[in-house]
């Protein structure tokens, strides 16, 4: 890339990229076709890629040319290769299916899945006169495997088998059964669609599809017979039938997750000779439990019998189902009703294990079939994905507008989603993300999704010669363990053209059948994970190609030139060690620095810095609110006041202090200077002679206790209490005077007075 892309993450906004997500690729070509259909890695980054050929073609191994040889049989040029490379690229063997039934180049007809052991387990379907070879890491026949068969019919399609077997690290056999129907119809085990799962016990579970013809109630034998000729047979009367094996191939037990689900019993009506498959369409786990996507005909009305019961319409409705460890149907959910009578829906699906998410992905076509999950979106044709928790509720969803979604990939390593599709650009999501040389015009691309189905780079892939079309096809329903322990995964599809790649450009044997119709050659694109490399610097940091300097923390992209053009495109998560950042802060008293250097008391603004390990310091400024505070209140009432903390009444003129708890439990002090206007007083005074009131209503000349009452302008009272002494005071003299009369000879004489005075 030649600008600086800069995406940032979770608690900034996602910025969009059109990066360089494809590194490089391979080619496999020759006269004829070939289709790169499947690719399947195990746990050590071992590649299994599955081809479709019609001729013998060339791989290279560490410069010795391998030749994968095209079907013996004569007349039947079609044949299925399962090539095995080292997580090095370095070829080790090969597997080659010879086959003369029904042209199969989706790669429905196998599925490939490892145990905890990295041991390879295959499920394939084979008619009666098809064949298994194994060749070793020289390219020489090792083995020929021709699998059981009870009876010789003959009819359009053979006599179909299944088989599942496990395969050592050189391709060897370790054992394998062979699954066949007893009864007539011959061709009815249908294992060109039946899946396979290992959980975390390695018991492996296989599930086919069991046509039943009619709707008798007569059950169908089926039989499974290991490599030792040892058979075990077993009567089913519903159409799907799980096999499970454990780890050493012994049949453990057979199960019919629909058995007693429906009330009558359904004529299959899509079993006719041109259409006699029904498909399990995928099938995963979380390591316990199973999820299962499953196509049911029904004749008439009926409802399957479950924790949720769902109702189902006359025809073929595709559900899925989540089986517990004893392969029985927890819960259902209903997606898709068949419109056209061949034409099946089939939904591919993905599972993230560590947050127990299903990504599903379908393609909505109103004419074919009725959606079913949503309402809202039957009326669209495009690419539906959506994600569905293991509990079967809806966690979020999208629709890329007249695309085809062929590709599904969940990224373990990186937890990232990969779409790859064709589009013919009307979709806004990733016209953001399209050349201008190729607006309004069809062409491919690869995308990768973040957990929450947002687009965060996308990178078209186009023919260089056709640009008005596209020669160019990603596998159908390429779905399972497409990405190795480092994070890489692995896209497989077939073109006519040319491709140009960062590191080279892949080319096509461009060539046409007799009826005019392009010949395809297979091709493997590489993604690169986008993983990104942690680097560190004080202030700021020249990226490895020396064109930008970073100086803020986040995700950048940096492109580093290659003389042979094979640029190499790095995704650097920055992280700048000396910051700047500002901080609000409350708190109740005081707060201590993160430097521990200060403590603060007061509500201000302040820095501090704070020195790391390398010597880079870091510089905060905070802004610091302190919220228990004193403050000072006036206030005037006419009698009496309640505190503010409800636990004081004051009457009196005064200054009170009162203390209040805040929201955030910190204390507030309040100091109140309070005024009364109405007010009680008691005055003591002495006086000589008399005293006059203060509100000059009376007049006081005895000793005594007095009230008194002044008005203000307020119209508060104040009541004055005077305890009154007087100094002057006044006596009561009493005089008693005594006459005494003397009486001699009848002459009254006056005696003169005495008198006593009493005070």
Known sequence: M??????????????????????????????????????????????????????????????????????????????????????????????????????????????????????????????????????????????????????????????????????????????LNTITRETLPANSISGNFGKLLINNDNEIRVCFPNIRDNNSSVPDTLSVTNDTGYKTMFFVSTKYVIFKFGDNGNLLTVTE????????????????????????????????NSFIILNISTTRADTIKCANPVPLKFGHTTLLFKLNENDSILWAIPIAKKILLNYTPTPSMNIDTTKQELMLLLDIAPWYYEFLLDPFFSSSYGSYLCKINTNGNLNWQDLYVNTTINTTNYNYVTKQYILAGSTNGNDLKLQKFTPVNLVNKSFSFVVYLDSLGNIFSAQPVFANQNQTGNNIQFGYYNIGSITDPKGRSYISGWFADSISLPCKKLHALVESNAFGTSLYDGFVLALDPYIPINLSACKQLSSPSGKYVWD?????????????????????????????????????????????????????????????????????????????????????????????????????????????????????????????????????????????????????????????????????????????????TYHTIELLFAVFIKLQAGVITLIPPAFIMTL
């Open 552 to 728: 803020s923390s986040g995700y950048y992209f940096d492109t580093i030139p290659n003389s042979l053009g094979c640029d190499s495109i790095l995704w650097v998560n920055f992280k700048r060690l000396q910051s700047n950042s500002r901080l609000d802060s409350g708190v109740c008293k005081s707060m201590r620095s993160y430097s521990g250097k200060y403590v603060w008391i007061v509500s201000g603004t302040y820095r501090d810095t704070i020195s790391n390990s390398k010597n880079c310091d870091s510089i905060i400024t905070v802004n610091l609110t302190v919220l228990q505070r004193t403050s000072t209140l006036d206030s005037t009432v006419k009698i009496k006041m309640l505190s503010p903390g409800g636990k004081h009444v004051w009457d009196s003129t005064g200054t009170y202090k009162d203390t209040l708890i805040t929201a955030r439990g910190c204390y507030s002090i309040l100091i109140i200077r309070l005024t009364v206007l109405q007010s009680k007083s008691t005055i003591d005074t002495t006086v000589c002679k008399s005293l006059l009131s203060p509100s000059g209503k009376y007049t006081y000349t005895v000793t005594g206790n007095y009230l008194d009452t002044i008005s203000n302008k307020q119209n508060g009272d104040s009541i004055i209490t005077l305890r009154l002494k007087i100094l002057q």
């Open 257 to 288: 997750p629909l058995k007693n689900r429906l009330t009558f019993n359904h004529a299959d009506s899509s079993y006719n000779q041109l259409n006699p498959y029904v498909p399990v369409v995928e099938m995963v786990t979380d390591g316990k």
């Open 2 to 175: 030649k600008k600086l892309i800069l995406l940032l993450f979770v608690f900034i906004s996602i910025c969009q990229l059109n990066a360089q997500i494809i590194k490089t690729g391979w080619v496999y070509g020759a006269s004829g076709d070939q289709r790169a259909i499947k690719s399947f890695i195990d746990r050590s980054g071992n590649r299994y890629q599955a081809i479709y050929y019609r001729s013998n073609f060339i791989i290279d191994s560490a410069g010795i040319p391998i030749t994968i040889l095209k079907n013996p049989t004569p007349g039947y040029p079609f044949a299925k290769a399962i090539i095995k490379y080292d997580a090095f690229g370095r070829y080790l063997y090969h597997l080659c299916f010879y086959t003369t039934g029904t042209v199969d180049f989706f790669g429905w007809s196998f599925d490939i899945k490892f145990n905890s052991f990295n041991e390879a387990i295959l499920c394939y379907t084979f008619s009666q006169y098809d064949s298994l070879s194994i060749y070793d890491a020289k390219g020489t026949l090792n083995k020929a495997i021709k699998p059981l068969y009870n009876k010789k019919i003959t009819d359009l399609n053979g006599y179909l088998a299944a088989i599942a077997c496990k395969l050592n690290p050189t391709g060897q056999i370790i054992w």
